[in-house]
């Protein structure tokens, strides 16, 4: 169930709301707005503050059962003493509509003083990002074990632009959901067919245009390194290609390209047994494309995108791909494949090879590349590597305006020794070293003719641990980071 926001002016004296949040930094007192708050409900709000039971630490809560007074619940969530308080907002809206929802409360409102339109889009998305769960492959407890879910959010504003950032923060929050939905949906569910009709109704919902090329269509393109990842699965493999054309007809358009693995095994170089399932996340940068391609549709930017998902899985079998084996890509290049393992490189190949076609002015790719980024970066950070400083800069900058911070790797010429083949133009690994660099190398071969950045995200589209603002699983990363670089060049 998608939740239902709205934004209204904030009146302390008649408010009426089973759960108010009050977002606070450290150090805060009680005045202006809230003061005529909490002489209705006989000074909890300030006692709380002087007792310092509450002091408004990053991520810290404090839930008080009001005394009546048409506010049933409070919630405290404190935002510390960041600049940034976009940021803080956005968590802290995760936080309080996660702790909602456990409760079991239908409905809160938020409150956290004057909005900017930029802080009352990020609420918006925290509290969406907040609300968020799975539950379609779970039997439902009986009915007397059932939690209401959270089901609507008021955040109370009193600037007028803060409802323009509500309307933006949906689109941004369901965006993200679809992504995190896609990238929960396990292997057997979630398909390349299953991403190929995804990307179809999405298209047919905001009227771009959906092109999906089968094992056929790419055996015609000659893209025998995506191909070869393919041939150990009988599933179809898809090169899923969304156009939204709603920018100047001449203009060029923005290319959004995703790493779409359902599932990698590792194929005949295959993977340990322990954690294998979570591959299944392996799709989580086509499942960003997808989910970005669903905001800027609902936004209805006015700009030119291509979103492009390289959607298969990577299986051993008789027929698969083998260490040794040399393949050829669309541009002509020859690969040797060291490590069927190194197979998210061997399919973005091709697809940024066929991006080209569309004379783009900049290209992003997101893939759960390299489990070396997971050393370099942890889960806090998307590695970032590019063809062209500027992009990297201007990538870098939606990245943290969107809560998806990045940090750049250098992508110097002296680490392509480490690709070099005896009998190809280049190899598909080259082994741990500078892991994360060589995979970046590798696919710069193929990003050709056009301004080029990749987000190197295996550390941060999902997480393996509860992270206070989303639970384990897909944390929709890099819808924000596609959405905010797509928005930066509409301005
Ligand atoms: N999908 C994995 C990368 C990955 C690992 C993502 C862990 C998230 C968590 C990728 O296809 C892969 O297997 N990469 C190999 C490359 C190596 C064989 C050169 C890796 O990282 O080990
Ligand atoms: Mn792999
Ligand atoms: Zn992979």
Known sequence: MTLALSARAADFGALDTPLLVLALPSGSSIDGALEVLDR?????LRRTLERRDFRGARDETLHLSSTGAGVERILLVGIGKSEDRAASLRRAGAIAARQTSKLGVRRLTFFAGALSETEAEAVTVGLIA?????KELKTPPPAEDQRDPLEEAVILTTTPAAERGVATGRAIGEGHSLARRLGMLPGNVCTPDYLADTAREIGQRYGMTVTVLGRAEMERERMGSFLCVAQGTPQDPKLIVLEHRKGPANA??????????????????IKPAQGMEWMKFDMCGG???LGAMETIGRLNLPVNVVGLVGATTNMPSGTAVKPGDVVQASNGKYVEIINTDAEGRLVLADVLVYAARFKPAAVIDAATLTGACVIALGHTATGVMGNDDELVQEVLDAAKRAGEPGWPLPLWDDYKELIKSDVADVKNSGGRPAGTITAALFLKEFADGYPWVHLDIAGTAYTESDLGTVPR??????????VEFVRGRTR
Do not use: E, H, M
């Not at 209705?40 to 909890?44: A, H, K, M, Q, S």
């Not at 699983?473 to 596609?482: E, L, R, S």
């Open 40 to 44: 209705r409900l006989g000074g909890v």
């Open 130 to 134: 907040g609300s968020w769960d799975f």
């Open 252 to 269: 060029k358009p923005i290319g959004l390209v995703g790493k779409g693995l359902c599932f990698d095994s590792g194929g005949i170089s």
């Open 287 to 289: 499942a960003g494309v």
């Open 473 to 482: 699983g897909p944390t929709g990363v890099p819808v924000g980071t596609f």
